[in-house]
């Protein structure tokens, strides 16, 4: 009796952290650092394309010759697709983040197929790329949200640091706190839109990049994007 009220609990404890939890495998494998031991980082921008932020960053990736990766929401991919095709042009990866934004672990398999089709649907129409990569909304998954992720031919991808960026602490405190926590191999999120306002303001974010940048190029930190 205790040990199968101690099993439940096990298992309830493995769901809620599948379910919380952005990089745990348990309901699917998850990308939540590069391979290898080289000091390598990824830069990643979630929740856009932002008709200020995105052209601002792309502006600064431009001039400091460095790739990142995209994870574009497929509402505003519709509203702003001439930005989802810059991304594409200037030779950045470009991920889906779904469609709605909606926090997919309270939704069913019928949902989530049908957001991920429209936000990869969105891409496509944009920029003609297909994407390989998708990061769930939060980081919220259920157990079938990274193999319908898997099934449109998309690796699920997390993070190794978050810096909160979207509560806008001010540019010194992002690029202090992405300094602060990058490892090799570490992928860092960072956010050139807003999930739920379309016009959100992501400014500091683009005026803290340079000195992400030169910060990490100064601990001899290169950028890379992300492995297939
Ligand atoms: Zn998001």
Redesign the pocket.
């Known amino acids: 009796m205790i040990a199968a009220v101690a099993a439940g609990t096990a298992l309830l404890g493995a769901a809620a952290h599948g379910v919380w939890h952005r990089n745990s495998p348990v309901f699917g494998p998850v990308l939540a650092r590069l391979p290898g031991s080289e000091p390598v980082v990824s830069i990643t921008f979630?929740?856009g394309p932002n008709p200020r932020a995105t052209p601002a960053i792309l502006d600064v990736l431009r001039r400091e010759n460095v790739r990142a990766t995209f994870?574009v929401?497929g509402r505003h991919a519709e509203r702003w697709p001439e930005l989802v095709d810059r991304v594409r042009a200037d030779g950045h990866q470009v991920g889906n983040?779904g469609y709605f934004?909606r926090k997919l672990h309270r939704h069913s398999p019928a949902y989530v197929r049908d957001d991920l089709t429209r936000g990869t649907a969105a891409i496509v129409a944009a920029s003609g790329w297909t994407p390989r990569h998708f990061?769930a909304?939060?980081g919220f998954r259920s157990p079938w949200v990274t193999p319908i992720a898997a099934s449109l031919g998309q690796r699920t991808v997390g993070w190794s640091l978050g810096v909160w960026d979207s509560a806008r602490p001010g540019a010194r405190a992002i690029a202090a706190r992405a300094l602060d926590g990058m490892h090799a191999g570490s992928i860092l999120l960072l956010?050139d839109g807003d999930?739920y306002d379309p016009d959100g303001d992501r400014m500091q974010t683009a005026e803290a990049l340079p000195a992400i940048i030169d910060g990490l190029r100064g601990r001899g930190f290169r950028f890379t994007t992300l492995p297939d």
Do not use: I, K, S, V
């Open positions: 979630d929740d994870f929401l983040h934004h990061r909304p939060h956010h999930g």
